[in-house]
């Protein structure tokens, strides 16, 4: 193992990194003991949560290692352009909770396709829906993996990226455990836990800011902006730093910016969240909270980056192992000591545990309900099979995400995340926003516009500055979206003005009136 100067004392990082860890997991095994037999159980914990506690759970599941060591660390390196993910995040979750969660929840019954199938042909539109969430939980899992191995790199100062390895798989195998042994109940009851303590410590750091600053925060901006202009001259504090070059980064920005907005809408983990209350009136009270909840995290976002890159200084947090990861954790170290920094890490890792799981039991969700009951069985598998189905498709999943976080290490979780959230806008919103607002919409629409937002957001990806360099990065731009979403939007519209089938009259009826009330949608089930 090859050792720098440590950050933080690996002995104290370690212990409370297992507290939370044997914590946690002995929650999950009390909170699940003998209720993981139904696939209602397994998928969505029986609907048995309450609103304010399906709250403080979305604000578990949405509030990933992004969120807070991601944008940290964006705003601290970059100031106004790293703010833009704190807005667009809050924004985007605006515009999920309002315009698709409900709605959705209503009209489903276990997952994203259970909806985009409902007035349509089921296999096929299950098939590519199940596809599209499989990807994007993917996507997405590769990001926490890798503020996994970068957190952890971090506190125990190892470089070696064999080891880092080791510290990826460690997390995917702990990870699993939560979803093998919870399912849905036990994720959610450590989504909540982790949404308590990440608020609470990202609060307690944001006092301490603060205070050393006579609570001003234009003290605080100041400052923060002094210590940047120090570095290479330039403003923290004005747009531009890292997007503002030419007229290709300022539409990676405006890409960027779609994605993060309409992102979140089409994340198959956040949308799945709402099937764990009883009733529609609750899901409405779960949106609320989260609202509340999310916004204030966001706020003290910017006191985090700003004091980061004054007091721990833009050089030390990108010379870090993890670099602009590490801006949260080394504020915490500054501001409070080896104590403080282990317990802040601590809870970071808790939030990637919570992710991962969450995204995990989502995806196995999808094959399991979607590919295996709906289109090989018809429908007809036996529940407890169709679980186990679940459980060997989350295994796979796991080892999956565990190689693409290796891959990825060293990635900003944020910009890793933000590529997640555009194939989510490119391969769903559009889909789900025809499926529940356009009559005419049919099967051929929603098949072509999945295919061709995932496909189209997938090959920009590949072929663009966030993965390759040179003339292999064909595409000029780091995000895809502007340019994959319109293209999924297109398809769709195609799609269906060009099918010889028509929408079904009475499914449309039925479904407008169950995603708008919610009568029925305790009994929803695949036509």
Not at 13 to 20: G, L
Not at 161 to 171: C, K, L, N, S, T
Not at 215 to 243: C, E, M, T
Request: aromatic share 8%; no cysteine.
């Amino acid at each position: 193992m090859t050792i720098l100067q440590t950050t933080g004392n690996p002995v104290i990082n370690i212990a409370i990194f297992a507290v939370f860890v044997i914590a946690t997991m002995a929650i999950v095994i009390r909170v699940t003991r003998n209720s993981q037999k139904k696939a209602s159980s397994f998928y969505t914990g029986g609907g048995a949560f309450s609103g304010r506690q399906n709250g403080l759970a979305i604000t578990g599941d949405y509030l990933s290692a992004a969120a807070f060591l991601g944008v940290t660390g964006a705003i601290a390196v970059y100031g106004y352009d790293g703010l833009l993910y704190s807005v667009g995040f809050f924004i985007a979750l605006l515009l999920a909770l309002y315009l698709v969660a409900e709605p959705l929840r209503n009209t489903g019954k276990y997952t994203m396709a259970d909806v985009l199938s409902f007035r349509m042909a089921q296999k096929p539109v299950r098939t590519a829906a199940a596809v599209s969430t499989l990807t994007i939980s993917l996507v997405y899992l590769l990001a926490q993996m890798a503020g996994a191995g970068g957190l952890v790199a971090l506190l125990l100062g190892v470089t070696s990226p064999v080891w880092q390895g080791v510290v990826i798989a460690a997390v995917g195998v702990i990870m699993l455990v939560y979803v093998l042994v919870g399912g849905m109940k036990g994720t959610t009851w450590v989504q909540m836990i982790k949404a308590v303590l990440l608020i609470t410590g990202a609060t307690i750091m944001a006092a301490l800011v603060l205070f050393n600053h006579g609570f001003n925060l234009s003290a605080l901006l100041g400052s923060a902006n002094s210590a940047r202009q120090a570095v290479d001259g330039k403003s923290i504090l004005i747009p531009g730093l890292q997007y503002g070059k030419d007229w290709i980064t300022r539409l990676s920005f405006l890409s960027l910016a779609i994605a993060l907005v309409g992102g979140p809408s089409g994340l198959p983990h956040v949308l799945m969240r709402f099937y764990t209350v009883p009733s529609a009136k609750e899901a409405r009270r779960s949106a609320v909270y989260a609202i509340v909840l999310v916004g204030f995290f966001f706020l003290l976002t910017l006191v985090l980056g700003y004091g980061a890159a004054e007091l721990v200084g833009v050089k030390n947090i990108l010379a870090a192992p993890g670099k602009a990861n590490s801006a949260a954790p080394l504020l915490a170290l500054h501001l409070g000591g080896e104590v403080l920094m282990a317990v802040i890490s601590g809870v970071a890792f808790a939030t990637i545990l919570a992710v991962v799981a969450g995204l995990t039991i989502t995806a196995s969700a999808s094959f399991a309900h979607d590919l295996y009951n709906s289109v090989i069985k018809s429908g007809k598998a036996d529940p407890a099979q169709e679980v186990k189905v679940a459980r060997i498709a989350a295994v796979v999943i796991g080892i999956l995400a565990i190689i693409g976080g290796i891959l990825a290490n060293g990635q900003n979780i944020a910009f890793l995340v933000s590529l997640a959230f555009g194939v989510a806008a490119s391969a769903n919103l559009p889909g789900i926003l025809m499926t529940m607002y356009w009559k005419r919409f049919n099967t051929r629409g929603s098949v072509w516009s999945i295919y061709t937002g995932l496909a189209s957001s997938i090959v920009l990806i590949i072929f663009s500055p966030a993965v390759v360099t040179g003339p292999l990065a064909i595409f000029p731009l780091t995000n895809p979206t502007i340019v994959s979403m319109p293209l999924a939007f297109i398809a769709g519209i195609i799609g269906t003005l060009t099918a010889k089938v028509p929408a079904d009259e009475d499914l449309q009826a039925e479904m407008e009136v169950r995603s708008m009330t919610g009568a029925g949608a305790e009994g929803a089930v695949a036509h």
